[in-house]
Nanobody, 125 residues
Framework: QVQLVESGGGLVQAGGSLRLSCAAS????????MGWFRQAPGKDREFVAA????????RYADSVKGRFTISRDNAKRMVYLQMNSPKPEDTAVYYC??????????????????WGQGTQVTVSS
């Protein structure tokens, strides 16, 4: 019912900036909650950021708070992750995810029903 496609990944220097995008198609997007997760080699997939249907309720992992910003544009069916001052430890494959739960968005990967293919982000020192 839903297809998610991430874009915007690549190589960036530490202290620079990068903007990831996720395009959603299929089932209604405006009623969804959206999240960003990441997975580094040899590591578990971990929560990064999430936003509710309206963009008014935001959640961030402590490791990225103050540096990354999640936002959404329901008219364009897009969700974004602005990465400011990325660090080498931010290197990972970044995934966007969608669910139709109510209330504040979840930080648990198992709560999300749809996932994109991921986009690689590499931060050099």
């Amino acid at each position: 019912q839903v297809q998610l496609v991430e874009s915007g990944g690549g190589l960036v220097q530490a202290g620079g900036s990068l903007r990831l995008s996720c395009a959603a198609s299929g089932r209604t997007f405006s009623s969804s909650r959206m999240g960003w997760f990441r997975q580094a080699p040899g590591k578990d997939r971990e929560f990064v950021a999430a936003v509710d249907w309206s963009g008014s309720s935001l959640r961030y992992a402590d490791s990225v708070k103050g540096r990354f910003t999640i936002s959404r544009d329901n008219a364009k069916r897009m969700v974004y992750l602005q990465m400011n001052s990325p660090k080498p430890e931010d290197t990972a494959v970044y995934y966007c995810a969608l669910d139709y739960g109510l209330g504040s968005p979840s930080t648990a990967k198992d709560d999300y029903d749809y996932w994109g293919q991921g986009t690689q982000v590499t931060v050099s020192s």
